[in-house]
């Protein structure tokens, strides 16, 4: 039989069809429960009497949680299982969101927050151990590929989801409806994730490459250094756009839920254009690690259009502005695991994505941290001023380190394909 027929024949269980959609439909809730707090920035900085800088650390906390346990809920997820910690994982971050509408201070929020950082860090790596149960090793990339636009809903929806409980039932119920649903993903999950075909052969191959072997990759150290350089913009994005369009365009909470849907929508359709126009350059007859990074260092020269945003005052140019810079981070944030997955076979590939998007997330915590303060002392034209010149210096480090290395073949059909944040 050739390959292609031997490829056609493969079975895949209806079940895993199922898996794949709840689990894409999870980070979609998990990016909901995440996005509550920076869409209501204006209303929580007011009922909790906090400021820029406390709200900063507010984002920290969570960032910081969630960078420290990626890496424990990789472990718990390879002793226990998928089906067992995920469970388990969203009864936690449900449970945090819960608690966040009930918050009564600053410091109750704030350990809600960081609460819900440390359970959503399993989401990505089960998400990983769950598909390779499920999905045959001919089907993989298949289905990594078919994620990605679900989870793309979680910041489109997120807006006026948020922005519609909180108008019509009040910002505690921002908090505990969606809490609520994720008790009942959580059993739907449950009773789903079991009886996966070829269990054993999965964890046996999650064993063939030591962390310590992973981490000598020189190349993965370069991409960690570019991440933790970028990373900070695509997060700040996140938790401080909401808040910009109120607090300096005077836009209400009914206009960010009707109007901010619209960046992450347009950045999830041009970073597919930017994913396909770095494979033409692998088709093309371009080596396939660096047309990632030719790619990379591209989008990258977008960076400075952030120094225009404080100098207009039109929601239009704004949204757009802000359009394109998310079209860059999602670039990056895709890209930058495409590569992983160039460096790494099958059977590390996870590990290592799990090392790159976790101290990805440090440099991010640690820029959101000052950021408040930034904010409150010198206003978001400072930042902007700042975040301009990120990814152009990322860029710079991927050179470094891959213009004067001549990378390996790609070694794995598949790739991780997981948008963090």
């Given at each position: 039989m050739s390959a292609p027929a031997k490829a056609a024949s493969v079975h895949v269980p209806a079940m895993a069809w199922w898996i794949l959609a709840l689990s894409s439909l999870d980070s979609v809730l998990g990016m909901i429960d995440r996005q509550a707090v920076a869409i209501l920035k204006t209303t929580l900085k007011a009922r909790f009497g906090i400021d820029d800088s406390e709200y900063g650390v507010l984002v920290t906390a969570f960032l910081a949680a969630y960078a420290i346990f990626f890496?424990?809920?990789?472990?718990?997820?390879?002793?226990?299982?998928?089906?067992?910690?995920?469970t388990i994982f969203i009864l936690i971050w449900s449970t945090a969101t819960m608690l966040s509408g009930i918050a009564r201070s600053f410091e109750e929020l704030l350990a809600y927050r960081a609460l819900l950082g440390a359970a959503e860090a399993g989401l990505t790596p089960a998400t990983i151990y769950a598909l390779v149960r499920w999905f045959p090793?001919?089907?993989l990339a298949t289905a990594y590929g078919l994620r990605g636009p679900i989870i793309a809903l979680g910041p489109i929806l997120a807006p006026p989801v948020v922005a519609g409980l909180a108008l019509t039932m009040g910002w505690h119920a921002a908090f505990l409806v969606p809490g609520a649903v994720g008790f009942v993903f959580a059993l739907a999950w449950w009773l789903s994730d079991k009886d996966a075909p070829a269990e054993a052969a999965a964890r046996a191959a999650s064993n063939k490459?030591?962390?310590k072997a992973i981490l000598k990759n020189r190349l993965l150290w370069g991409l960690v250094a570019a991440r933790m350089i970028s990373d900070p913009l695509w997060f700040f994005i996140q938790s401080w756009?909401?808040?910009?369009?109120?607090?300096v365009l005077g836009l209400t909470l009914a206009q960010v839920g009707s109007l901010l849907w619209i960046p992450p929508l347009g950045s999830a359709v041009l970073a597919i254009g930017v994913g396909a126009w770095s494979d033409r350059m692998v088709r093309a007859g371009k080596e396939v690690t660096l047309s990632r990074v030719y790619a990379l260092q591209a989008v990258a020269c977008l960076a400075p259009l952030a120094l225009l945003i404080p100098l207009t005052s039109s929601v239009p140019i704004v949204l757009a502005l802000f359009s394109i810079l998310m079209v860059m981070c999602?670039?990056?944030?895709?890209?930058?695991n495409v590569l992983v997955a160039t460096l790494f076979d099958r059977s590390s590939v996870a590990t290592a994505a799990g090392v790159l998007n976790a101290l990805g997330t440090v440099g991010a915590a640690v820029f959101n941290f000052f950021a408040g303060s930034i904010v409150q002392e010198y206003g978001y034209g400072a930042i902007f001023a700042i975040v301009a010149f990120l990814h152009p210096l990322a860029a710079v480090v991927l050179y470094l380190?891959?213009?004067?290395?001549?990378?390996?073949?790609?070694?794995?059909?598949?790739?991780?394909?997981?948008q963090t944040g």
């Open positions: 890496t424990v809920c990789g472990r718990l997820i390879d002793r226990f299982g998928s089906r067992k910690m995920l090793k001919e089907r490459s030591t962390f756009m909401a808040g910009y369009f109120q607090e999602l670039s990056w944030l895709t890209l930058t380190f891959f213009g004067r290395s001549k990378p390996r073949a790609a070694t794995t059909a598949g790739a991780t394909l997981e």
